[in-house]
């Protein structure tokens, strides 16, 4: 009784071996394919496409002028948290839920020769980071436009 237990116990070990064991034609198959579709990839990036020539299309300019009076300002009851003081027009350049993100970006500033300071906005729960601080709109307004370069989100805020 044991030795055919032990029999059909080895060749249903054997048969699950050889069921498992992988076919070389598969394989075979596979590299065909990868080798066809290579041929075909080689194939078009030897062919120079043919490109018609354009002609120029006349160049217009167009001269943007910043309207100081059109330019958008936030009005926000803010306080000062770190530095020294903001004017009436400030040019906000980051918002943060963290204060510890808001530092971060204040360092920044700083190192690149800015007096960027913290202000906190109660009502909405935000720390705003200031990059400048203008007492009049004209100057708050060339100073964003300068910062929206590396800061395309900047913005201006007039304190209450």
């Given at each position: 009784m044991k030795k055919s237990i032990v029999l059909c116990a080895g060749l249903c070990i054997a048969l699950a071996f050889t069921g498992c064991k992988s076919s070389e034609s598969a394989y075979?198959?596979?590299y065909e394919k990868a080798k066809a579709q290579e041929s075909v990839q080689t194939?078009?990036?030897?062919e120079a496409p043919v490109?018609?020539?354009?002609?120029?299309a006349p160049v217009t300019q167009t001269q943007v002028v910043d309207n100081v009076d059109n330019a958008t300002v936030r009005t926000e009851d803010v306080t000062v948290v770190s530095g020294s003081g903001l004017s009436a027009f400030s040019v906000v350049v980051?918002?943060?839920g963290l204060k510890a993100?808001?530092?971060g970006l204040q360092r920044t500033l700083q190192s690149a020769g800015y007096g960027a300071q913290i202000a906190y906005n109660s009502?909405?729960?935000?720390?705003?980071v200031v990059a400048t601080t203008h007492a009049d709109k004209a100057s708050a307004?060339?100073?964003?436009?300068q910062f929206r370069s590396k800061y395309p989100d900047a913005w201006l805020l007039y304190k209450k």
């Open positions: 075979k198959k596979a194939s078009a990036q030897t490109v018609a020539p354009l002609t120029p980051g918002s943060f993100n808001a530092e009502a909405r729960n935000m720390y705003r307004v060339a100073s964003r436009n």
